[in-house]
């Protein structure tokens, strides 16, 4: 395996663990990560590595995924969106229409979303006032890609964008500590409340004249 950045480093090595990936990183890149980084494991596979494109190798085997992590990406495919929506247990794929789609992505905060070579991994969605408070309102991976360490780089992302508001979110039992791991954890005094929505809202209302 090469590794080398731009700020001239460059290190072969022939085994490697993730955490000494990640140091290795750091190290060659800048711990701001604005330098550019290549790791190469083989002549015809290589991944460029900077704040928002991560090279992840998996512990089971050494095999480099480009992960891509953007910030309100100026376009989505809807229809990957939809899958992963159903595929996750948020109700029927056909529940969200391409309207409902782009009022949830245009009326957040933020929209992060990670793709690999054009394919939608996962997403969240944030709303803030950019001040005092940040609220997580989802975060989605695709069922057949967790535990890869795909949430992770869109947590990273968003929290780039927000650490200087406190956060808040609600999750699932079980999944506590995966938000725990970026500081963000239940507190004794704070419980979730919320209800299901008591209507429909048409989005976008017909043209036709209502009768008195």
């Known amino acids: 395996m090469r590794f080398s950045s731009d700020r001239g480093n460059q290190l072969i090595l022939n085994t490697v663990t993730l955490p000494e990936i990640r140091q290795i990183v750091m190290h060659a890149c800048g ?14 596979q290589s991944v460029r590595s900077n704040t928002r494109n991560w090279a992840i190798l998996t512990r089971e085997e050494m095999r480099v995924i480009n992960i891509q992590v953007q910030i309100n ?20 794929e056909d529940t969200y229409t391409d309207a409902i789609l782009e009022s949830m992505i245009k009326r957040c905060s933020y929209f992060v979303v990670a793709h690999e070579t054009n394919n939608l991994l996962g997403y969240a969605r944030a709303f ?11 975060i989605l991976v695709h069922p057949e890609r967790r535990r890869q360490g795909i949430g992770t780089h869109i947590m990273n992302e968003l ?28 507190k004794t005094k704070l419980v979730a409340c919320s209800r299901k929505p008591l209507a429909t809202k048409e989005l976008f209302p017909s043209n036709t004249p209502q009768i008195p």
Request: overall charge neutral; some cysteine.
């Open 159 to 186: 929290l780039r964008v927000t650490n200087h508001t406190a956060i808040y979110t609600q999750a699932f039992v079980g999944n506590e500590n995966f938000f725990a791991s970026f500081g963000i954890k239940p």
């Open 31 to 44: 711990a701001d990560r604005k330098h550019e980084c290549v790791i190469t494991t083989s002549p015809k």
């Open 128 to 138: 803030t006032d950019d001040i005092m408070v940040t609220w997580i309102a989802e």
């Open 73 to 92: 990406p100026g376009s989505v495919n809807y229809q990957q969106l939809r899958v992963l929506l159903g595929i996750s247990g948020w109700g029927p």
